[in-house]
């Protein structure tokens, strides 16, 4: 991350809390030190650049590869704002991509970074709250990371899904709970021990956002019948 991160929080941080004066709860639960996962629901583009505003330490999220890949004046200006807020480039998406994101991520942690990431795996079109992937736990349990779950309220409201721009009219809260030890679940290898620990952690954010349960996840729609049939069958989702 280097240099255009340290500038990047330096100048983003403190200007974007005077322009949009988040209001932050819970800032003394967040380990200044060592690994930390942060696990919040997502609402909203802006939910990514809300939460390494709100956090007293430097946070890193995962971000589509093509925030880094244009050319020119424009792709340059991508690059270096996704740069300076901590995003690092990955390619989205399931199975080996997946995999992939986790094992980034993983590699933070063993440098005793934070990073943040949506146990939802994508942003709430409706405002409700779905259920967590068990990626969030995997990464946590073998990383020997705490959780710290974050509850985003009004950020839908400050930037919805196909806004070009974020609207000041409206004032988000960031709320970080205290850190969970999802250890007493079990080791990562556990399939049981990474559903508990998920829903412990889902069971945070809910507490934190108050939204209504879908009790269902948040499935991206399927472009082939081999995906539709999986969405149906019963397997892990990362």
């Not at 934070?114 to 146990?119: N, S």
């Not at 806004?163 to 004032?171: D, I």
């Not at 508990?196 to 956002?209: F, G, P, R, V, W």
Request: overall charge positive; charged content about 20%; proline content about 7%.
């Amino acid at each position: 991350m280097g240099a255009t991160y340290a500038i990047g929080r330096g100048i983003i941080t403190p200007l974007a809390r005077v322009i949009y004066r988040p209001h932050i709860e819970g800032k003394n639960n967040v380990p200044l030190s060592g690994p930390v996962v942060f696990a919040s629901n997502h609402l909203s583009f802006i939910d990514s650049i809300a939460i390494p505003v709100a956090a007293p330490r430097p946070v890193h999220f995962l971000a589509k590869s093509t925030y880094f890949d244009g050319t020119g004046l424009s792709g340059w200006a991508s690059r270096t704002f996704f740069t300076s807020i901590g995003a690092i480039p990955v390619q989205r998406g399931a199975g080996q991509a997946a995999l992939d994101a986790l094992d980034q991520q993983r590699k933070l942690l063993d440098e005793g970074s934070a990073v943040a990431l949506y146990p939802e795996g994508t942003r709430s079109t409706d405002g409700r709250l779905y259920k967590g992937r068990t990626g969030v736990a995997f990464l946590a349990l073998q990383a020997g990371a705490q959780v710290v779950p974050v509850g985003l309220i009004g950020t839908d409201k400050v930037m919805p899904i196909g806004a070009k721009r974020p609207s000041l009219r409206h004032r988000i809260t960031v709320r970080f709970g205290e850190p969970i030890d999802v250890s007493h679940h079990g080791p990562a290898s556990s399939g049981k021990a990474r559903r508990q620990a998920t829903d412990e952690i889902m069971a945070a954010i809910h507490a934190l956002s108050g939204q209504e349960l879908a009790n269902a996840y948040n499935e991206v729609p399927a472009h082939n019948p081999i995906e539709r049939i999986k969405q149906v069958l019963p397997h892990e989702r990362l």
